[in-house]
């Protein structure tokens, strides 16, 4: 059966339960979230798992996060850290249709300074299983996994070098291979954060007439 894990180690010392972090996640590339402890929630997204477990809950405002002072447990390792964990299975492979599994950190103040020490974490993994992947050498199951960098914004730029204002062109698409833009420049920058306004996770290839100059995932959150 399918299994998407996700597990980190934290500290926390918060003021208050509207002080610190919950964690969302989308089985839709981007379209639709759900707080990843909130199984009822969970279950009902697109694509979403039949089976939630968490390690542990805490409220924080409306739903469930990190919050308040924890900096040990019996899942300690070095330096005070406690783990986190959430995993989510589906009942069987052909359930397993999911596009793209976006996880959002939300990190959240009453933005009243009491000297706290607020959230840390640190070594993050994701991980997938599925029934009998011990046993068979190939399979079509998706086994690369990346964590893409900071969202991009409406303010958020493509900068290259272009001191001679040659032709650079930008090519964006979606996972799915759909077409999302084509231009081109002959300054330094595409504006990324205005030509993709709809959440998801997108590819781009930058490139001028005679040579590639790189191709990346961006997101939109």
Known sequence: MPYL???????????????????EVSFDNGLTYANVQDTNAVKLLPNGPDIVEASHYKKLRESYGISGKVDTSSFDYAN???????????????????????????????????????????????????EHCLYKK????????????????????????????????????DTNGRSIFKGNTNEDYFNIGEIIRTPGIYIYNLYTEDKTIKTDKIIKL
């Open 138 to 173: 190939e399979n079509n199951y998706p086994n690369d996994i990346a964590i893409t960098e900071i969202p991009i914004t409406i303010y958020s730029k493509i900068i290259f070098s272009n001191p001679s204002h040659q032709l650079y062109y930008l090519n964006i698409t």
């Open 80 to 130: 005070n850290y406690t783990r986190f964990f959430v995993g989510f299975q589906w009942n069987t492979i052909s359930q397993w249709q999911v596009p793209g599994v976006i996880f959002k950190f939300n990190f959240i103040s009453d933005s009243i300074n009491t000297y706290k020490k607020g959230v840390v974490i640190d070594f993050i993994e994701i991980y997938t299983m599925y």
């Open 5 to 23: 894990g996700l597990s980190f180690y934290y500290k926390c010392e918060t003021d208050t339960l509207l002080d610190g972090l919950y964690i």
